[in-house]
């Protein structure tokens, strides 16, 4: 099965700049833990519901004044749409992420495949390989 079938959309990302609070009360309203963060039309980052926990809540930051940029996970590891679910998979593993922003052709951010949307698009096989890879405890 193609990335494009399994995916969700829409694709929402969040300027580098967009106070924090802005994103945390987005996450909630949608139910998502993870925004992509872009900046000059490029995507440059995730902030997911850790890193507003462990970088801006653990540290007593203010959370109107703590932008994206400041408190993301740098960097973007992603895939493309024609690419197959079990190749999603295999990276998610590699890299021990949960989530996966989905670019088409154009390099354009066109969705988010997660672990829940894998679990609904493979088999129990691959599922449970996925979750026991990034479910694996920090040592």
């Known amino acids: 099965m193609k990335i494009s079938e399994a995916m969700h959309a ?7 700049d967009t106070p924090v609070s802005e994103i945390a009360a987005r996450m909630a ?3 998502i833990g993870a925004v992509p963060v872009g900046k000059n039309d490029k995507l440059i980052g995730m902030i997911t ?11 007593n930051l203010s959370a109107k004044k703590t932008k994206a940029e400041d408190v993301m996970s740098p960097g973007i590891v992603f895939c493309r749409t024609e690419e197959s679910v079990e190749d999603a998979v295999h990276l998610m593993d590699q890299k021990k992420i949960r989530r996966l922003p989905v670019l088409n052709e154009e390099k354009r951010y066109v969705g988010m ?3 829940g949307d894998v679990a609904h698009a493979a088999g129990l096989e691959l599922t449970g390989e996925l979750t026991w890879a990034v479910a694996d405890h920090h040592k």
């Open 10 to 16: 829409p694709a929402e990302w969040v300027s580098a």
């Open 29 to 31: 309203k949608d139910d």
């Open 49 to 59: 519901d850790r890193d507003l926990a462990t970088r801006v809540v653990a540290k």
């Open 113 to 115: 495949l997660s672990l």
